[in-house]
């Protein structure tokens, strides 16, 4: 075979060593030999296949590895692992991350290329519409814009996706990981569904885990499988930090992640040169507008009014759980509808907010109540919900209606919302929330640490911006706080000092 190979590179030798002695003595000369210069190439090549298919593979291989056939000039699937890796390296040459060669990464563009080429041409296309809106705000983090490979890689840039273990959305964020970032959830509304807000939840988390982290790799690691599995990866490694040496100690998910991420920014970045092209999905990401609505609305009532089709309606309205547009104080709602039917529901809107007759759904504003201190009870034993009602002047049925109650079945421990007035209740409010010192909440100590008790309503991320932006990992570490989502009202955090200089 290598005699064969000899052989067929001395047929070329005229050709080969034409271009050798332009490179050598003079580059620009290589430029004016004209475009049927490489087309010699296709032709001699090409003219190899009746006799031998392997022989032609290889001479391509060779040509293209002395870069003398450009990538795209042949089959996208016939490439060697010496063509990937210079093509990678250059990848890592323009980019923060370390996109760095090795068996595991080529196996899954290989993979990709092989099995999933259809589904990649159409992922391409989705990320014409959503890669804006991810860029945008990557760069507004200042983060890498490499990091919008990583919606590709979490939910496939599905906005409604739905993971076995509970993640939702385009970011694929847990309830408790999508609070702590100021994520809104509650029976009605998710924003995890919300393509902007998920979006600077996730730039605002990522940032959090390199800060933690130092690396890129890990930080994705992490974001995948948790900062705590790891931070046990690196001390079951012996304290090594390179991910691809405690790959073999995380989660299984975890240890193909990370590649997973490379070879999609790879592929994506190098689309054209394996035949990779754009294929339009079922529905157009293009023409779309949002509006900032003025009350409450139901999809039903908007179908009826717009002729819109309710799929459609609800595909570009995911974060509305129940068809439903609730109307909540000190929140902003918006619809989004295809450009073409949007002066039409402006057209009608007045009459849909003067009109909720028209729907099946009856919906106040105070029946989704967020709790506070002051509009909140905390059930404590004997009590029942006759008793709290008439205490807080109530009847049962609007109690039962602001908590979503099914059933008079009571757990001490529980709080409910009893009125949707925000002024205090001293008897209740007393005896329920934790009190606080008579000094200010955040007190130095002698370590330049400062306390801070949590109040009703505070994540890690409000309360990480109320002291100059610090990083949530920071937070967690300080307190013990690795595997905790919810914080109890009335816990006691240690805080760094902050010198004015490191403020925001």
Same mark, same amino acid.
């Given at each position: 075979?290598? +005699?064969?190979?000899?052989?067929?590179?001395?047929?070329?030798?005229?050709?080969?060593?034409?271009?050798?002695?332009?490179?050598?003595?003079?580059?620009?000369?290589?430029?004016?030999?004209?475009?049927? #210069?490489?087309?010699?190439? &296709?032709?001699?090549?090409?003219?190899?296949?009746?006799?031998?298919?392997?022989?032609?593979?290889?001479? @391509? +291989?060779?040509?293209?590895?002395?870069?003398?056939?450009?990538?795209?000039?042949?089959?996208?699937?016939?490439?060697?692992?010496?063509?990937?890796?210079?093509?990678?390296?250059?990848?890592?040459?323009?980019?923060? #991350?370390?996109?760095?060669?090795?068996?595991?990464?080529?196996? #899954?563009?290989?993979?990709?290329?092989?099995?999933?080429?259809?589904?990649?041409?159409?992922?391409?296309?989705?990320?014409?519409?959503?890669?804006?809106?991810?860029?945008?705000?990557?760069?507004?983090?200042?983060?890498?814009?490499?990091?919008?490979?990583?919606?590709?890689?979490?939910?496939?840039?599905?906005?409604?996706?739905?993971?076995?273990?509970?993640?939702?959305?385009? /970011?694929?964020?847990?309830?408790?990981?999508?609070?702590?970032?100021?994520?809104?959830?509650?029976?009605?509304?998710?924003?995890? #569904?919300?393509?902007?807000?998920?979006?600077?939840?996730?730039?605002?988390?990522?940032?959090?885990?390199?800060?933690?982290?130092?690396? /890129?790799?890990?930080?994705?690691?992490?974001?995948?499988?948790?900062?705590?599995?790891?931070?046990?990866?690196?001390?079951?490694?012996?304290?090594?930090? +390179?991910?691809?040496?405690?790959?073999?100690?995380?989660?299984?998910?975890?240890?193909?992640?990370?590649?997973?991420?490379?070879?999609?920014?790879?592929?994506?970045?190098?689309?054209?040169?394996?035949?990779?092209?754009?294929? &339009?999905?079922?529905?157009?990401?293009?023409?779309?507008?949002?509006?900032?609505?003025?009350?409450?609305?139901?999809?039903?009532?908007?179908?009826?009014?717009?002729?819109?089709?309710?799929?459609?309606?609800?595909?570009?309205?995911?974060?509305?759980? *129940?068809?439903?547009?609730?109307?909540?104080?000190?929140?902003?709602?918006?619809?989004?509808?295809?450009?073409?039917?949007?002066?039409?529901?402006?057209?009608?809107?007045?009459?849909?907010?003067?009109?909720?007759?028209?729907?099946?759904?009856?919906?106040?504003?105070?029946?989704?109540?967020?709790?506070?201190?002051?509009?909140?009870?905390?059930?404590?034993?004997?009590?029942?919900?006759?008793?709290?009602?008439?205490?807080?002047?109530?009847?049962?049925?609007?109690?039962?209606?602001?908590?979503?109650?099914?059933?008079?079945?009571?757990?001490?421990?529980?709080?409910?919302?009893?009125?949707?007035?925000?002024?205090?209740?001293?008897? *209740?409010?007393? @005896?329920?929330?934790?009190?606080?010192?008579?000094?200010?909440?955040?007190?130095?100590? @002698?370590?330049?640490?400062?306390?801070?008790?949590?109040?009703?309503?505070?994540?890690?991320?409000?309360?990480?911006? @109320?002291?100059?932006?610090?990083?949530?990992?920071?937070?967690?570490?300080?307190?013990?706080?690795?595997?905790?989502?919810?914080?109890?009202?009335?816990?006691?955090?240690?805080?760094?000092?902050?010198?004015?200089?490191?403020?925001?």
């Amino acid at each position: 075979m290598k +005699n064969l190979l000899i052989l067929y590179l001395l047929m070329l030798s005229p050709h080969l060593l034409a271009q050798n002695s332009a490179l050598v003595f003079n580059d620009n000369s290589f430029s004016n030999l004209g475009s049927g #210069f490489l087309d010699t190439y &296709k032709i001699s090549v090409s003219n190899l296949a009746p006799i031998d298919q392997n022989l032609q593979r290889e001479v @391509k +291989n060779l040509l293209l590895a002395k870069n003398l056939i450009p990538l795209d000039s042949f089959d996208s699937d016939n490439f060697s692992s010496l063509i990937l890796k210079e093509q990678l390296e250059k990848l890592d040459h323009s980019t923060p #991350f370390k996109v760095l060669h090795n068996a595991t990464l080529e196996r #899954f563009v290989r993979v990709y290329l092989r099995d999933r080429k259809a589904y990649l041409n159409k992922l391409i296309y989705k990320s014409i519409y959503y890669f804006p809106v991810f860029e945008e705000q990557l760069d507004a983090y200042d983060l890498p814009l490499e990091l919008k490979y990583l919606a590709v890689v979490e939910s496939a840039l599905n906005p409604v996706a739905i993971s076995p273990s509970g993640a939702k959305g385009l /970011w694929q964020f847990m309830y408790g990981t999508g609070i702590e970032y100021d994520l809104y959830i509650d029976s009605y509304i998710d924003e995890r #569904f919300d393509i902007m807000k998920s979006t600077q939840a996730a730039c605002a988390y990522l940032k959090d885990l390199y800060e933690s982290f130092g690396s /890129w790799d890990l930080a994705l690691a992490a974001y995948n499988s948790g900062p705590g599995n790891v931070r046990k990866a690196i001390k079951r490694a012996g304290g090594e930090t +390179n991910y691809w040496e405690i790959r073999q100690f995380l989660p299984r998910e975890t240890s193909s992640y990370v590649p997973a991420f490379y070879a999609t920014m790879y592929l994506f970045t190098h689309a054209e040169n394996h035949g990779l092209s754009p294929v &339009k999905t079922e529905l157009s990401y293009f023409e779309t507008d949002t509006i900032q609505l003025k009350g409450s609305l139901t999809f039903k009532a908007i179908e009826k009014n717009t002729g819109i089709d309710m799929d459609v309606l609800r595909s570009f309205n995911p974060v509305y759980k *129940k068809d439903l547009i609730p109307a909540l104080k000190d929140k902003t709602m918006s619809l989004t509808l295809p450009v073409t039917l949007m002066p039409r529901f402006i057209a009608s809107e007045k009459d849909l907010y003067n009109n909720l007759l028209h729907t099946e759904v009856t919906y106040t504003k105070s029946e989704v109540i967020p709790i506070t201190a002051f509009n909140s009870y905390l059930v404590t034993n004997g009590d029942n919900l006759n008793s709290i009602a008439k205490e807080h002047h109530i009847s049962m049925e609007q109690l039962k209606i602001w908590n979503g109650l099914d059933s008079n079945f009571l757990i001490s421990g529980q709080r409910l919302v009893v009125t949707d007035s925000k002024r205090q209740f001293s008897n *209740k409010i007393k @005896k329920s929330v934790p009190q606080e010192t008579k000094s200010p909440q955040a007190v130095q100590n @002698k370590n330049q640490l400062v306390n801070y008790t949590v109040k009703y309503g505070d994540t890690l991320f409000k309360i990480s911006r @109320k002291f100059g932006n610090i990083p949530i990992s920071e937070l967690r570490t300080l307190n013990d706080l690795d595997n905790v989502n919810y914080l109890k009202p009335g816990t006691r955090l240690k805080i760094k000092k902050r010198t004015p200089e490191h403020q925001s």
